[in-house]
């Protein structure tokens, strides 16, 4: 089953993660990067005025994107990772699952906190895939419990 791991790289650990998931699963990691980057200032969810925040609060909003999948059609198991900004994935992640058309394709969302509510709404926005449960994993994790989590998925 050819597999894509594509990931916002908000942070190290982030990166780290998705490249264990790339290598556990022999995936092709892409990272997801908007076309206006976020600053600091931006990921500050202590002002209402914060771009994370405005966009969260604002359901039509959908960030542009500075890079695509290349031949997106030629994966069947597609690992989203991402941040929880507001219980939900943040828009961006939206503009990217609705760029493609992932008809029959296996999608598993996956955060470093709670991603139910989020997996929730991807299930919306890609009606005719098959969207798991969000899963929540840490770069602490153990293989073990990654195998544990990964093995379902990939047959």
Known sequence: MKTLVAYYNESPDSERMAKRIADATKGDLFEITPAQ????????WSGQDSRSYLETNDESARPELATEVEDMDSYE??????????????????TFLESYDLSGKRVVPYSNGDAAQAAERIR?????????????????????????????LTR
Do not use: H, K, S
């Open 37 to 44: 980057p976020y600053t600091a200032a931006d990921l500050d």
């Open 77 to 94: 198991l597609i690992f989203v990772g991402f941040p929880i900004w507001g219980y939900v994935e943040p828009r961006f992640i939206d």
């Open 124 to 152: 919306g926005l890609c009606p005719a895939a098959e969207v798991r449960d969000g899963c929540r994993i840490n770069t602490t994790d153990t293989d073990a419990t990654l195998f544990q989590w990964l093995a379902p």
